[in-house]
């Protein structure tokens, strides 16, 4: 598969990312902004996106009940040289489904994500997935 983004600059306060028919607005300002995200930001939410997806695409496979899930990161930089030394993310389910059964998909979804193993070649990621409070496991 190939992937393909056009940015280009708006002004120097922001720029646009496209692909497909999706737009967002990218936050270049030197000075930063609150209305769209920064690098760093859009890197880990490729990350949570990945994430995410692969809940999605070995749930079926694994015949695994999840009524939601979401996913919290957040990154460690060095200022010289600038760079990302640590991610660490925490992946919520909304699920019934047995501790063995969450570690399964946890094991799943870092194998097969083209993103988290592309980032972990990289830097490292520690994290857990985790059941939501309120949901207790079948069993």
Do not use: W
């Amino acid at each position: 598969m190939d992937y393909r983004v056009h940015a280009r600059r708006i002004d120097a306060h922001g720029s646009l990312a496209a692909a497909k028919e999706a737009e967002v607005a990218l936050d270049t300002d030197l000075a930063g902004r609150r209305d769209a995200m920064n690098p760093v930001e859009l890197l880990l939410s490729g990350l949570a996106a990945c994430m995410l997806k692969g809940i999605e695409r070995v749930t079926p496979t694994l015949q695994f009940q999840i009524d939601g899930a979401e996913v919290k990161l957040e990154a460690v930089r060095q200022d010289a040289p600038p760079k990302l030394t640590l991610i660490r993310y925490e992946i919520i389910v909304d699920s019934p489904e047995t501790d063995q059964r969450l570690d399964l998909l946890h094991r799943n979804v870092l194998k097969y994500g083209t993103i988290s193993n592309t980032l972990s070649a990289a830097v490292p990621l520690q994290g857990s997935l985790r059941r939501a409070s309120g949901h207790a496991p079948e069993g």
